[in-house]
């Protein structure tokens, strides 16, 4: 049971670029989420997304783009690259609450995480 | 709009007792969680509170009170690796969809 897997782990971009961050689980959850992480800001939401084919800003969506074609997979695009998009990007998943898989609610389970540099 | 405020640091010595706290600000509550977060790692769940009161996993411990949207997580018997960050969040209903916001987090050093 692989859990939440993100590719590519590390990646590079020069400005202007575009590039798609994949994120996987396998675990039948309903919601998935994309986060970013900066220094001192702590994990702040991108885009989130309650089942397939739906999808729904979060608090810092500018700049990217989100498909949820397939249950298992949410994919994080950056049409753009810019160097403000250096960061750490977690996605991770959830349940829907009162489901049926026995995970606590409030459990999110998270990926390890991809490290985007943009130069 | 949600927020959640939270101290920046906080220094402990090892075998001591620290509490971190967090306040919210948010619609639709449906919970508070608690993750940590090692250097360069993704977080981890540590607990979750929907309703008031006490709950106790081993040495961690997490307490709300939604009438003050307020919560906090206690850390006994300190170790060496509760060196982390430790982040509150929300699972809150907004426009009949789920958002989970985080905290900015907490860094906890311990020392010996």
């Known amino acids: 049971n692989a859990g939440v897997t993100q590719t590519p782990k590390f990646r590079v971009l020069k400005t202007g670029q575009s590039m798609t961050l994949l994120c996987a689980q396998d675990?039948?959850?309903?919601?998935m989420y994309w986060y970013r992480q900066d220094p001192g800001m702590g994990l702040r939401l991108i885009h989130y997304s309650v089942g397939e084919g739906t999808t729904a800003k979060g608090e810092v969506p500018d700049g990217y783009n989100v498909s949820r074609l397939k249950k298992q997979n949410f994919l994080l695009g950056l049409e753009s690259a810019a160097p403000s998009q250096t960061s750490v990007y977690f996605c991770?998943?959830?349940?829907?609450?009162?489901?049926?898989?026995?995970?606590?609610?409030?459990?999110?389970?998270f990926g390890e995480g991809s490290r985007l540099t943009v130069l | 709009g949600q927020s959640l405020e939270q101290p920046s640091e906080v220094t402990a010595v090892e075998g001591a007792i620290v509490q971190i706290n967090c306040t919210y600000q948010?619609?639709?509550?449906?919970?508070l969680s608690w993750y940590q977060q090692h250097d360069g790692g993704a977080p981890t769940f540590l607990s979750y509170n929907a309703l008031d009161g006490l709950e106790e996993t081993g040495r961690f411990s997490s307490f709300l009170s939604r009438s003050d949207s307020y919560g906090y997580l206690l850390l006994q018997e300190l170790q060496m690796k509760d060196s982390a960050s430790y982040f509150c969040?929300?699972?809150?209903?907004?426009?009949?969809?789920?958002?989970?916001?985080f905290g900015t987090g907490t860094l906890l050093a311990v020392q010996p």
């Open positions: 969040a929300v699972r809150a209903n907004g426009g009949a969809t789920n958002k989970l916001i």
């Open positions: 948010t619609s639709g509550f449906y919970g």
């Open positions: 991770a998943s959830i349940p829907r609450q009162g489901g049926i898989t026995g995970e606590l609610p409030g459990e999110l389970f």
């Open positions: 675990m039948n959850h309903e919601y």
